[in-house]
């Protein structure tokens, strides 16, 4: 695809419930980042990938939360037992090396 | 902690007006400084960028202006038309890896009325 896809666009759970975020980078983009964004905030560093190697997972606030990029290209962002606090926009973006990161549209996840 | 602070929050300039919007870090290991613009229910993307090598930076009606000294740098907006309307965040990044992580400030959320 022309850009950076993440899917599904909304997602609803219940407290408890684990979800999986998708994410689909630009073809060819080395590095992934995941980021989490609350309402009216910037966004938030989570983790980091080059190609299929996690480099940083500094910014995953608890165990619960967990990201894959097994082949180097798509990317997976779990979220296991959600809490309400992980309510937010979870925004996945590439780049290829020290170019410019591109972000997708993000996942808008509300925990109820 | 927060690593970049980001001022105002909110700003509303007419059409043609000039709005600034300043930023202030802390950590000297920081090597480069991203504006991003968000609109509602996007995700952000990159207008203009910065390394502490340069002073100024202009690209189209978006300038950046960096002072090393006293760890800030600003965006100006030059001729705002209602449809710079957005959220906008500055940013600064950590050389990692080969690739770079973002830490970013709060936002301002501007208004260009007509």
Known sequence: GAGVSQSPRYKVAKRGQDVALRCDPISGHVSLFWYQQALGQGPEFLTYFQNEAQLDKSGLPSDRFFAERPEGSVSTLKIQRTQQEDSAVYLCASSFMVTEAFFGQGTRLTVV | ?114
Not at chain 2, 49 to 60: L, M
Not at chain 2, 74 to 91: E, K, N, V
């Open chain 2, 1 to 114: 902690q927060q690593q970049v602070k980001q001022s105002p929050q909110s700003l509303i300039v007419q059409k043609g007006g000039i709005p600034i919007i300043n930023c202030a870090y802390e950590n000297t290991a920081f090597d480069y400084f991203p504006w991003y613009q968000q609109f509602p229910g996007k995700g952000p993307a990159l207008l203009i960028a910065i390394r502490p090598d340069v002073s100024e930076k202009k690209e189209g009606r978006f300038t950046i202006s960096f002072n090393k000294s006293a760890k800030q740098f600003s965006l100006h907006i030059m001729d705002s038309q209602p449809g710079d309307s957005a959220t906008y965040f500055c940013a600064a990044s950590i050389p990692q890896g080969g690739s770079e992580k973002l830490v970013f400030g709060k936002g301002t959320k501007l208004t260009v009325n007509p």
